[in-house]
């Protein structure tokens, strides 16, 4: 079965500090994987995306995440926060062996950057 | 920027009654969908839409949902006797291709319902 791990709700950095975000799932065939962000009032953005190739992928707005196929992880990562980063993330997968369109999402979690 | 947009932001229904949430996504999308999210929950996939029919559904999707794209632009989902249970953010999206072959999906900013 599909599924999609966030352990942390609620994750706090200071500003320029490096934030992680962490992601793991499980799937039956490989996995395509998603990171989006959410902030108040507006809908999910989408940040970046592995699908296949080099492991570290490079998003939207500095963000990185890296894909470990041992650990069956996409932790989501910056190397320095800024404020303007506090908002909701998801993570995502779909599975190649799905034939369907969906994807299954962890529960999210809530960053908060203090200056 | 393109942007997927829904409404209403918020409606409020007693239980048994009819709603329609509406959505009106990227003008070149081909493939549609609905999600939702009750509070503290995952967001969980409800329904795709391609070629003017239901591609997939979950089994969250029963008989009492059903999704139309009534003309060219906008993209809909009734709820035909609303259950307090069914109180959640519904969220739409879009999407060019069958995502995971090439495209993400691009989501709108959600319609809260609250069934009272």
């Known amino acids: 079965a599909q599924s999609v791990a966030q352990p942390e709700d609620q994750v706090n950095v200071a500003e320029g500090n490096p934030l992680t975000v962490k992601c793991t799932y499980s799937v039956s065939g490989n996995p395509y994987l998603f990171w989006y962000v959410q902030y108040p009032n507006r809908g999910l953005q989408f940040l970046l995306k592995y699908i296949t190739g080099d492991n570290l992928v490079k998003g939207s707005y500095g963000f990185e995440a890296e894909f470990n196929k041992s650990q069956t992880s996409f932790h989501l990562k910056k190397p320095s926060a800024l404020v303007s980063d506090s908002a909701l993330y998801f993570c995502a997968v779909r599975d190649t062996l799905n034939t369907g369109n969906q994807f299954y999402f962890g529960t999210g979690t809530s960053l908060t950057v203090i200056p | 920027e393109p942007e997927v947009t829904q409404t209403p932001s918020h409606q409020v229904t007693q239980m048994g009654q009819e709603v329609i949430l509406r959505c009106v996504p990227i003008s070149n999308h081909l493939y549609f969908y609905w999600y939702r999210q009750i509070l503290g929950q995952k967001v969980e996939f409800l329904v795709s839409f391609y070629n003017n029919e239901i591609s997939e559904k979950s089994e969250i999707f029963d008989d009492q949902f059903s999704v139309e794209r009534p003309d060219g632009s906008n993209f809909t989902l009734k709820i035909r006797s609303t259950k307090l249970e069914d109180s959640a953010m519904y969220f739409c999206?879009?999407?060019?291709?069958?995502?995971?072959?090439?495209?993400?999906?691009?989501f709108g900013p959600g319609t809260r319902l609250t069934v009272l």
């Open positions: 999206a879009s999407s060019e291709a069958q995502t995971g072959v090439y495209n993400e999906q691009f």
